[in-house]
């Protein structure tokens, strides 16, 4: 069978076209390196956002919202939430024994004094990990957790303190 004349070329156009349009599906995940994964959420996240900008720039990040948790505010850290970032796709064990890596962002909150509430004061990542064996836990998290990691297929859970040995990513206060 022959393609008409010009069809091959609209064809090849339109693949080109469609992967043009076909950014990297996840810009945020736990296989970029520290300094990418930190230069893309400083450019992702600004000082001054409001919980719900985001909240709704982590949604359009493909970021799943069920791993979000908030933290109260302390003496140190205004109220906190924790994204957890996997590789892309999400948690998934696929072979008897496996590394899964996971990068913790912690956005502090903090009240500006102003009738418009709080805002992003300061960004804060984290990188962790939990190697599965036999179905089991072999080792990790690093952080103490909230509760016991499970065995596969169990999520890890949150850390205890998302600020413990966290690397500053922007802020300062």
């Not at 939990?130 to 850390?159: E, H, I, K, L």
Request: aromatic share 14%; glycine share 12%; charged share 25%.
């Amino acid at each position: 069978m022959r393609w008409p004349d010009g069809m091959l070329g609209v064809g090849i156009v339109g693949f080109a076209a469609a992967l043009a349009g076909c950014g990297e599906p996840y810009v945020l995940h736990a296989r970029l390196t520290d300094q990418v994964f930190r230069e893309r959420a400083a450019a992702e996240f600004v000082p001054g956002m409001t919980p719900g900008e985001v909240e709704l720039r982590l949604d359009e990040l493909r970021q799943d919202p069920r791993l979000r948790l908030w933290y109260p505010a302390t003496d140190a850290h205004g109220r906190t939430q924790l994204a957890r970032f996997f590789a892309p796709g999400g948690f998934w064990v696929t072979r008897e024994d496996q590394l899964v890596e996971w990068i913790d962002l912690a956005f502090d909150f903090t009240p500006n004094g102003r009738s418009d509430g709080e805002r992003l004061g300061d960004l804060w990542m984290y990188r962790d990990k939990v190697r599965y064996f036999q179905g089991g836990v072999a080792y990790g998290p690093r952080r103490p957790a909230m509760g016991r990691v499970r065995d596969w297929p169990g999520s890890p859970p949150p850390p205890v303190d998302p600020y413990q040995d966290a690397w500053r990513v922007w802020g300062g206060r």
